[in-house]
């Protein structure tokens, strides 16, 4: 059983940044590919980005692609999101979420089996 809690969302300006962190319990923490995802009010949950285990690949949705960095540090049971050059399409409720299953990155939400609670950012215009 793994549980994962954000933080780090709040309210920011457009063209603002904000920093994403997903703490997780459990002792196999690093062999997860954890992820980001997001849901706008009224919207489907969204693939935001992943990482491998190690860390070594990482991907994005193409609407965050240059603006967010997902890294994580296996030391800390810590996965992270950057986000910079916020805009208000970014304003969502974000989930992190670990898939312990092997093999390479997915960005189908059915394939992660624990999901944290989510935590709120808010971009303004």
């Known amino acids: 059983q793994v549980q994962l809690v954000e933080s780090g969302g709040g309210l920011v300006l457009a063209g603002g940044s904000l920093r994403l962190s997903c703490a997780a319990s459990g002792r196999t923490f690093s062999s997860y590919i954890m992820g980001w995802f997001r849901q706008a009010l009224g919207k489907e949950r969204e693939f935001v980005a992943a990482?491998?285990?190690?860390?070594?690949?990482?991907q994005y949705a193409d609407s965050v692609k240059g603006r967010f960095t997902i890294s994580r540090d296996n030391a800390k049971n810590t996965v992270f999101l950057q986000m910079n050059n916020l805009n208000p399409e970014d304003t969502a409720v974000y989930y992190c979420?670990?898939?312990?299953?092997?093999?390479?990155?997915?960005?189908?939400?059915?394939?992660?089996?624990?999901w944290g609670q989510g935590t709120q950012v808010t971009v303004s215009s």
């Open positions: 979420a670990a898939d312990r299953t092997i093999g390479g990155i997915r960005q189908s939400g059915f394939a992660y089996e624990y």
């Open positions: 990482i491998s285990w190690s860390g070594g690949s990482t």
